[in-house]
């Protein structure tokens, strides 16, 4: 499974990518917001940036609900960097603009997707990327791992080519049970993957091999 970063915060991407375990970076124009970012120049030059640091696939969002305004942007937004892939909601214009992206070499992540039957109309119409948002999904008393382990299985039985990109991850354990379900891809903020480093017993362990290191030093 591949670890996303899901920020546009360049210090997070920074400590993530120096772990060694980053494979790419989502972001959404609530992130973009979050850090400041304002204006079309400085949400571009900002991407152009992140798309400098890691080494992987960028998601950048459309800002438009329009076949016509989200292939034109989405265009623009390609047209910043070799890594950039367009991130699309799904509805209607979107499902359109997906195809019309694809078919002229632009990947897509299709964003916003709470169910089997999107992800599968998304696959349909040939994004690189589903973002099932798992989060969300718990938040409002369903089960967003579930929805992982439907897809994987629809795709794979299907044959379908779209990678499972779990998105809205809040937690260490929504990580490992989508490892577990078998999605391609996981974005999460800094700090679910940082809570995976952690264990009390590691904690304990280190303690006292340090303690005894001192005794044959
Ligand atoms: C996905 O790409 C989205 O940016 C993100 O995962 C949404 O997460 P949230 O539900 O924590 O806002």
């Known amino acids: 499974m591949k670890f996303f970063i899901d920020t546009a915060s360049l210090a997070q991407i920074k ?3 120096e772990l060694g ?7 959404n124009p609530s992130l973009m917001a979050k850090e400041g970012i304002k204006g079309k120049d400085a949400v571009f030059n ?8 890691v080494n992987g696939d960028v998601s950048a969002e459309v800002t438009t609900v329009t076949f016509n305004e989200m292939i034109e942007e989405g265009k623009k937004l390609r047209a910043i960097h070799p ?22 070499d632009i990947p897509v992540n299709c964003t916003l997707c709470f169910s089997a039957g999107q992800a599968i109309l998304a696959a349909k119409a040939g994004a690189k990327y589903i973002s099932p948002f798992i989060g969300r999904i718990d ?7 579930q929805l992982i382990e439907q897809i994987v299985k629809i795709y794979k039985v299907q044959g379908f080519k779209t ?5 809205s991850i809040r937690n260490p354990n929504h990580i ?21 480093l952690k264990h009390p017993l590691t904690d304990i362990g280190l303690a006292k091999f340090m303690e005894d290191a001192k005794k044959s030093a």
């Not at 375990?21 to 972001?27: A, E, K, M, Q, S």
């Not at 938040?139 to 791992?145: F, I």
């Not at 990678?163 to 998105?167: D, E, P, Q, T, Y």
Request: one cysteine or more; hydrophobic letters at 45%; a negative charge.
């Open 21 to 27: 375990i980053l494979d790419g970076v989502t972001t």
């Open 46 to 53: 900002h991407y152009k940036t992140i798309c400098e640091m």
């Open 163 to 167: 990678k499972v990109l779990a998105a």
């Open 83 to 104: 890594n950039i892939v367009v991130k699309i909601p799904m509805i209607k214009d979107g499902v359109k603009a997906i195809r019309w992206l694809t078919e002229h």
């Open 176 to 196: 490992v049970q989508c490892a577990e379900a078998g999605a391609d891809v996981c974005t999460c903020p800094l700090e679910p993957i940082l809570g995976l």
């Open 139 to 145: 938040d409002s008393g369903w089960d967003g791992v």
């Open 15 to 17: 400590e993530a990518n």
